[in-house]
């Protein structure tokens, strides 16, 4: 699957994939050092969404989602996120 080139695309995509089938997708971080890179993947299997950076401010954008996707997944409701 090839990766999103801009991170507001990967990042609403990763939004309506989680809340179509919230007991089925995973969300996987990995970073490679000798690369410097930072990989997020969301994926339930019949989708994967991937993005790929090397750039620090980058970081803080995938904390964020990443964040916010927990903050889903244990919530007792299902809905719409909020907007920050």
Not at 52 to 81: C, F, N, P, Y
Request: glycine share 4%; with cysteine.
């Amino acid at each position: 699957m090839p990766y999103y080139q801009t991170w507001e695309e990967f990042a609403r995509a990763a939004e309506k994939l989680y809340l179509t089938a919230p007991m089925k997708v995973r969300v996987i971080l990995k970073y490679r050092h000798c690369d410097g890179n930072l990989r997020i993947k969301v994926t339930d299997d019949a989708v994967c969404l991937q993005y790929k950076t090397d750039q620090a401010q980058d970081v803080k954008k995938i904390e964020k989602l990443h964040g916010k996707l927990m903050r889903l997944m244990v919530s007792k409701e299902s809905g719409a996120m909020e907007t920050d």
